[in-house]
Structures are given as C-alpha cells and as structure tokens.
C-alpha cells in the first residue's frame, strides 16, 4: 500500500508541476500578444465594408467648447483607416484620461475611440455595456502621422 502510495505521489507532484508551468505560459503569452485592428474591433469588424469613413473631434477640457470637430479630406480619411487596418495593438491597463482626440471610424457600424497621441493610447468604447478596452498601438503604420497632419488643417468649435 505504502508503495502505491508513494508513486501515487510523485504522480501527483509532477501533473501539478506541469500545470504551473502550463499556466505560467498562457499568462506569459496573453500578457504579450499583439492583436489586429479586428480583434480590438471584435467579431463583427467588417473592414473590407463599402464607404468607410471617419470623423474627429479634439478634446479640450480648459475651453468653453471641449469638443471641436475636425474636418478631415476623404483621402486622408482613407489614409487613417489603412493605416488603422495594418497597425498592431497591445492591450493594457495602464490608462490615462488625457485624451486629445475623439475619432469614430465607420466599416459595417461605427467604431468610437478616445485616442491619447502621446502614448499612443486608444480606449475603445464599449457602446453596448460599459467596459471600455485600452489599447497601444506597437506598429502604427504611421497612424499617429496621418492624425497629426490631419489636425494641422482646419478645425471649427462644436455649436
């Protein structure tokens, strides 16, 4: 009995050995993931639907009108949206509420995000619950470019 016991035992302590091991390596591998522009869209992202487009709004809070919308070409328009298509994101929990754009970019439905261009931060709104997800963007495709250019350009207050 004693012997069955004892094997019984090294069994145990080497599966629960492994387990910690193969736990540590899933924790390891979601901690360091990079995810597409459809995975921090979701399952619905269509990004190959018709007439895509976006729209932009900076954020002031030290103003009267926080939200000024910026008029932004269809070619630059355009520019964004490849460049949002090709980026690569990682998650984190890191998040900063210095937010200096409000941008929704449209597919098959709207995508609204908060974007910090200092860290390269996006928060995507959850617009059917309330847990917003928070993104860095680790391979731009000059996104953060294309914005900062696009902003040089003409912006008018919110009425």
Request: aromatic share 12%; proline share 2%.
């Amino acid at each position: 009995m004693r012997l069955i016991f004892r094997k019984f035992r090294k069994t145990g302590f080497v599966i629960v050995a492994l387990l910690f091991i193969m736990v540590g390596i899933i924790i390891f591998a979601n901690t360091n993931r990079n995810y597409s522009a459809s995975d921090v869209l979701g399952d619905y992202a269509d990004l190959n639907a018709k007439n895509p487009f976006v729209s932009m709004k900076s954020i002031d809070i030290e103003t009267g009108d926080i939200f000024t919308t910026i008029e932004i070409p269809e070619e630059t328009q355009q520019e964004l949206i490849d460049a949002f298509k090709n980026a690569k994101f990682k998650r984190v929990t890191d998040i900063s509420s210095d937010y200096d754009y409000r941008i929704n970019i449209t597919f098959n439905t709207g995508y609204a995000m908060y974007v910090d261009s200092d860290k390269k931060l996006l928060c995507i709104i959850d617009t059917h619950g309330d847990k917003n997800e928070y993104y860095t963007i680790e391979n731009d495709s000059d996104f953060f470019k294309i914005l900062k250019n696009s902003t040089k350009k003409n912006s008018k207050p919110e009425l």
